[in-house]
């Protein structure tokens, strides 16, 4: 995977990978009960989603800026499509998550146990990652979640923005260990009724040589 496509994808699916942190936090040393509960709120709200879609913003401290729409199929599959003229595309089958890229007419793909993906995707969160809560903040009635490699802090931070009313996912901030920020917003959150499996597989995009064609 080339750099620019490596950070796109770790832009989008960090967020899946935070989850995994939420749970250990009632055993992180000074976080507060209220704190603890802000936590397993956040758990509770991810491990119940089913299928929805948002759409969503993504820009980063060099003034870049995508956008693009979101389906989420727990336990899984997701698909993530940027808008042109970016030919980005992540997805999810439930079993590899592939990174295709239409303008170059490119495919990639990896195991979804070895991405972040994984940890977010399967029927249940997994919380045992080596991940753990940073902090905890509020502003404006609004939560945030900070976590970090329990093992490598110094390869950055996931910050989980979540709204308090009603209470749900709107966005996250990725920093990573040279302090430059990737932040993705969600906006049009919806529930959507099951997608055919057909919809998280995604095809190779360069054509084909016709049979019988001399290579």
Same mark, same amino acid.
């Given at each position: 995977?080339?750099?620019?496509?490596?950070?796109?994808?770790?832009?989008?699916?960090?967020?899946?990978?935070?989850?995994?942190?939420?749970?250990?936090?009632?055993?992180?040393?000074?976080?507060?009960?209220? #704190?603890?509960?802000?936590?397993?709120?956040?758990?509770?709200?991810?491990?119940?989603?089913?299928?929805?879609?948002?759409?969503?913003?993504?820009? #980063?401290?060099?003034?870049?800026?995508?956008?693009?729409?979101?389906?989420?199929?727990?336990?899984?599959?997701?698909?993530? #499509?940027? #808008?042109?003229?970016?030919?980005?595309?992540?997805?999810?089958?439930?079993?590899?998550?592939?990174?295709?890229?239409?303008?170059?007419?490119?495919?990639?793909?990896?195991?979804?146990?070895?991405?972040?993906?994984?940890?977010?995707?399967?029927?249940?969160?997994?919380?045992?990652?080596?991940?753990?809560?940073?902090?905890?903040?509020?502003?404006?009635?609004?939560?945030?979640?900070?976590?970090?490699?329990?093992?490598?802090?110094?390869?950055?931070?996931?910050?989980?923005?979540?709204?308090?009313?009603?209470?749900?996912?709107?966005?996250?901030?990725?920093?990573?260990?040279?302090?430059?920020?990737?932040?993705?917003?969600?906006?049009?959150?919806?529930?959507?009724?099951?997608?055919?499996?057909?919809?998280?597989?995604?095809?190779?995009?360069?054509?084909?040589?016709?049979?019988?064609?001399?290579?």
């Amino acid at each position: 995977m080339t750099a620019p496509r490596r950070r796109v994808y770790l832009a989008l699916a960090v967020v899946l990978a935070a989850s995994s942190a939420f749970a250990a936090g009632s055993t992180v040393p000074g976080l507060s009960d209220e #704190d603890a509960r802000d936590v397993a709120r956040s758990v509770a709200y991810l491990d119940g989603l089913t299928t929805v879609k948002w759409r969503f913003t993504q820009t #980063d401290t060099r003034g870049g800026r995508l956008s693009g729409s979101l389906i989420l199929q727990r336990p899984g599959k997701a698909r993530f #499509d940027y #808008d042109p003229p970016s030919g980005l595309v992540v997805a999810s089958d439930g079993h590899k998550v592939s990174v295709v890229d239409r303008r170059l007419k490119t495919i990639s793909s990896y195991p979804l146990g070895m991405t972040p993906l994984g940890l977010f995707l399967g029927r249940n969160i997994r919380l045992d990652r080596g991940v753990r809560v940073a902090s905890v903040d509020h502003e404006g009635g609004d939560l945030t979640v900070v976590a970090v490699e329990a093992q490598h802090r110094d390869r950055g931070s996931i910050a989980l923005n979540f709204n308090s009313s009603p209470f749900g996912l709107t966005g996250w901030t990725l920093t990573d260990g040279r302090g430059v920020k990737v932040r993705v917003r969600l906006t049009d959150f919806s529930r959507i009724g099951p997608q055919d499996a057909k919809v998280f597989e995604l095809a190779d995009p360069a054509p084909r040589p016709e049979a019988g064609a001399i290579r």
